[in-house]
């Protein structure tokens, strides 16, 4: 299968000499060779022979992975951006267009699987993301526990609640999820895998033994799903127990529920993948997207894009849904496809920094990453569906808190569910750099706003945000270094921009 690199016609493009060629093929070979070695001293100092056979089998998939890094940067390729075309009608499915199914008995087919190897350090906590209270004491991790055990519970079934932790997420998740006991769900964890990262200049890895220190390693990206599923052991207890589909979400997208419609549209269409895709909105343009290259369905992330082709990725009118990472698998396609090693997911090098010290410079690494929705070119009759923004509600920031916090939603079995006086999108919320770490969020919005009738809201600068305060329309609070505004309790702003100082002593 073709690349979606395009390699003929990058070739063509970027034309090197024989002579480039034979150094650049030289060059790959000779850091593969040095790879190897590093890699095969670093399983040396793995005492545990169990441990070690575990740990070789991570660094072989490590070792593929920067082969094909090392190979793609030898051949200069990049995409073909001639090849692009937005997807065709049968690439991508309205939500709409399905028809309405409560078929039970697929559930008990089902498996539902959170990524949650990622960390809450972007909204300044500590520990995994998921653990983040989101909605009245509740954390992510507790809402998607509720909506499974609701589900098990309304339609006696038992779905497998999976959670893809990472060396950096998995000890806290253990502790956390031993209050789940007793309650009607299984939950299985599983931790994907611990790569090393690598030198910038001379590609080889950073860590020289198995105790290194932990930001010597990395998690790399959810596409490691696939070969950690299978190497745990986990995938082959799935289709042992007769589970046939894989509901796979991030584990901050609130609006990722169970949904009856896709998944029996995936059994009806015996399609192997179905990516839910969402209709791009201004905010959404760095999001990836789905394409049509050379007559199949393939993701296209900005990372892949060529620098002179990015405003043309942006385009809403040219590419108009996104990825949101909700994402239904086959399970025995999923044996199949690692099995015969078929996977061959676009690498996104991610450059990276290790502080050292005070005095001395930052070290420049490099992480190799995957991500899980470029297997959609590796499944038969893979396709999207246009679901509604609804089913994409991450909480990336403290800007997202505030919306999932308010009264634009209520919750119903730890599903969030739009209030029925909100008319149109959500709206827009941007809150500046005194928003950025949750515990500031919390100390000056300790009451959240109405903000049902809400457009755009945004407020930058030393902002305190009283009780029962309502907003509506476009409002706009602009505060100044040195000064502060302090909006008082009950306060109704509708289609205002607020700036300077405003202090309101109560009596």
Not at 176 to 197: C, V
Request: hydrophobic share 35%; aromatic share 8%.
């Amino acid at each position: 299968m073709d690349s979606i690199n395009g390699n003929a016609s990058s070739e063509r493009k970027h034309a090197k000499s024989q002579s480039t060629f034979q150094f650049e093929n030289t060059s790959t070979a000779i850091a593969a060779s040095q790879m190897r070695n590093s890699l095969n001293k670093l399983a040396d100092t793995v005492p545990d022979p169990k441990m070690r056979k575990q740990f070789e089998t991570q660094m072989d998939a490590f070792f593929s992975l920067f082969r094909r890094y090392l190979t793609d940067k030898a051949k200069g390729t990049a995409v073909d951006w001639d090849r692009i075309q937005p997807p065709n009608p049968e690439q991508v499915i309205a939500y709409d267009d399905l028809p309405d199914s409560v078929t039970t008995e697929l559930l008990s087919k089902l498996v539902v699987l959170k990524l949650n190897g990622g960390l809450g350090t972007s909204m300044g906590c500590v520990g995994p993301k998921s653990v983040i209270e989101v909605r009245e004491g509740q954390s992510f991790l507790d809402l998607s526990v509720r909506q499974i055990e609701y589900l098990n519970r309304k339609y006696d079934v038992n779905v497998p609640f999976v959670l893809m932790n990472s060396f950096n997420t998995d000890d806290d998740t253990q502790s956390i999820i031993k209050k789940y006991e007793g309650h009607n769900i299984e939950i299985i964890t599983f931790n994907q895998s611990q790569f090393p990262r690598v030198y910038r200049d001379s590609l080889l890895p950073v860590p020289k033994d198995i105790n290194a220190p932990i930001d010597s390693w990395y998690p790399p990206g959810h596409g490691d799903l696939f070969e950690s599923l299978e190497n745990s052991g986990v995938l082959d207890e799935l289709l042992s127990r007769g589970k046939e589909i894989l509901f796979v979400s991030n584990a901050d997208n609130l609006g990722a529920v169970v949904d009856f419609k896709i998944l029996s549209h995936m059994v009806e269409s015996k399609s192997e993948y179905v990516m839910e895709l969402t209709d791009k909105t201004r905010a959404d343009v760095k999001g990836g997207t789905i394409i049509d290259y050379d007559g199949s369905v393939r993701l296209l992330e900005i990372a892949q894009v060529p620098k002179d082709h990015t405003e043309d990725f942006k385009s809403i009118k040219k590419f108009k849904y996104f990825n949101t990472n909700n994402i239904w698998i086959d399970l025995k396609a999923m044996k199949r496809v690692v099995e015969n090693n078929e996977l061959q997911l676009e690498i996104i090098p991610n450059s990276k920094t290790i502080s050292v010290g005070k005095g001395e410079s930052d070290i420049n690494v490099l992480q190799l990453e995957t991500a899980v929705g470029a297997a959609i070119r590796h499944f038969k009759s893979a396709h999207g569906v246009n679901v509604p923004r609804r089913r994409f509600l991450p909480v990336k920031t403290c800007s997202d808190l505030l919306l999932v916090k308010s009264d634009l939603y209520s919750l119903s079995h730890g599903n969030l569910e739009v209030s029925p006086g909100r008319f149109g999108p959500a709206p827009l919320i941007k809150l500046g750099g005194h928003f950025k770490k949750v515990s500031d969020f919390q100390k000056r919005i300790p009451h959240m706003p109405k903000i049902v009738e809400l457009d755009h809201l945004t407020i930058t600068g030393n902002v305190n945000l009283g009780k029962g305060v309502v907003l509506k329309g476009t409002v706009i609070i602009v505060c100044s270094d040195g000064q502060k505004i302090d909006i008082p309790n009950g306060s109704i702003l509708e289609n205002v921009v607020i700036t300077g100082n405003l202090s309101i002593l109560e009596h």
